[in-house]
């Protein structure tokens, strides 16, 4: 049972471009949702995280949208740069001690130059 | 710099061998985990441990075991390897809360 459906599978942007990745989760529990970064050969990386008491959460060019009745959220990249070409994961959980993350299956962002 | 280490970027192992896969934390954490990560599945949790000879399954468990003797060290085991166990193996760790995993840099794993 997949706890947290991530879309798209694939994105191709243009550099200076608006990327836009989308999660649905079906646990009304989960009440931290954070976003992971994976490069080619690294571990996934801690980028931002929301939790459910605000809509929107901003830093830098990156940004969490947060739709609590729909169970949804999204990352926004603005600017998009070629730098930021990797993999991304959206993750859930209940935030509390002892708790694990349930990642969703990933999208691979390409920006081209 | 904090940090996760797994003991091999790569591993080629024939079908039928028992397997070790080591991860070690130098940051004191309560909580280790293993997933594994497989193309358009994402990152699927294995088992996990929240103290020292502690293991809770995770969501895909069968064919593996775990280990964790000293809190640092958190060792994922599979008894009998088969094909459908080749993939990238990642450890991670985290303080007795979810935030702020931090992950290895992972171990890929043929099976043949």
């Known amino acids: 049972q997949q706890q947290v459906k991530q879309s798209p599978q694939s994105l191709i942007v243009q550099k200076g471009g608006i990327s836009i990745i989308n999660c649905a989760y079906e646990?009304?529990?989960?009440?931290?949702f954070p976003w992971y970064q994976q490069f080619p050969g690294k571990g996934p990386a801690l980028l931002i995280a929301?939790?459910?008491?605000?809509s929107e959460k901003k830093e830098g060019r990156f940004t969490i949208s947060f739709n609590k009745s729909a169970k949804q959220f999204s990352l926004h990249i603005m600017d998009s740069q070629p730098g930021d070409s990797a993999t991304y994961f959206c993750?859930?959980?209940?935030?509390?001690?002892?708790?694990?993350?349930?990642f969703g299956t990933g999208t691979r962002l390409a920006v081209r130059p | 710099d904090v940090k996760v280490t797994q003991s091999s970027r790569y591993l080629v192992k024939r079908t039928g061998e028992k397997v070790f896969l080591e991860c070690v934390q130098d940051m004191d954490h309560e909580n280790m985990f293993w997933y594994r990560q497989d193309p358009g599945l994402g990152l699927r949790l294995i088992y996990f441990?929240?103290?020292?000879?502690?293991?809770e399954k995770g969501d895909i468990p069968e064919g593996y075991s775990v280990s964790r003797e000293k809190k640092e060290r958190f060792s994922l085991i599979l008894e009998s390897a088969s094909t459908n166990q080749t993939s990238m193996y990642l450890c991670?760790?985290?303080?007795?809360?979810?935030?702020?995993?931090?992950f290895g840099s992972g171990t890929r794993l043929t099976v043949v």
């Open positions: 441990s929240y103290d020292v000879k502690m293991k």
């Open positions: 929301i939790r459910p008491d605000v």
């Open positions: 646990n009304t529990a989960f009440d931290y």
């Open positions: 993750a859930a959980s209940t935030g509390s001690s002892g708790d694990k993350l349930t």
């Open positions: 991670a760790s985290s303080l007795k809360s979810p935030y702020g995993y931090t």
